[in-house]
């Protein structure tokens, strides 16, 4: 199992990390247009492999394509990050080009490779490497859902004053501040509604933190989270890698599922080798649907910008 990340800054760097940690990949390559910056990175992590105890080896380059070619997964992460105050719907200009750029190289050395989309606003950067590869659907995923509900998850266990590993949410919709939908309604701790422990004020304030879980951050760091997306990013490629058929929410192109066409938006996807394995349709509530319906609006007008 080889694995690429084009892009070694924060996120790119984390989440080599931990794809080397979880030991499932034989081979991680991370790629950089700064000179010598993936090469240090990778040898960085490398002499972190006996003390973390894993054999994945982990090589740099500074944009040579040729040393991607033959991977199963790659990820996508290059561009800039959103500085405080900044919406990811922003970063358009600059990184439209990029991943354009890079999706393109990436195909053209390994055909059969299956994408993941870090790089912001993601829904339409995942939209846009569908366009620019044409590769079929089941090989371009967009990294957001699972951020924001491993984010979600965090604010519902600090409310609901639990463990996090006694809790379970998923947030739907586009990875923007205003275009995410936290599923309070489906939210549980184990097993039971989360509605039974805590009133709705909370319940709303917890889903209003969680919208707002990366700019909180990016105000707090003076620009975009890494650890958290790394480790998102890090799930998703060992679910495939590990032909796990685990559910996740991604970011997907979608074809009538939802009532939505022509568009990459974060639904629950089945992930396995095969990259989507299944796209799931959960029965939503009315308003539920009205808010994908807003939120998929929203991702239109950003995809017209492209
Ligand atoms: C975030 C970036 C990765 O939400 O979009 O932190």
Redesign the pocket.
Known sequence: MKVTVVGAGA?GASCAEYIAIKDFASEVVILDIKEGFAEGKAMDLMQTASLNGFDTKITGSTSDYSKTAGSDIAVITSGI??KPGMT?EELIGINAGIVKSVATSLVEHSPNVILIV?S?P?DTMTYLTHKVTGLPKHRIIGM?GA??SARFKYRLAEALEAPISDVDGMVIGG?SDKGMVPLTRLATRNSVPVSEFISDERLTQVLEDTKV??AT??KLLGT???Y??GAAVSGLVQAIACDQKKIFPCSVMLDGEYGLSDLCIGVPVVLGRNGIEKIVEINLTDAEKAKLQESAAGVKVTNGLI
């Open positions: 996120v990050p959103r990811r870090v912001n993601m957001g951020l924001d990875h879980g990366g951050l990016t975009s989270a890494w958290a997306p």
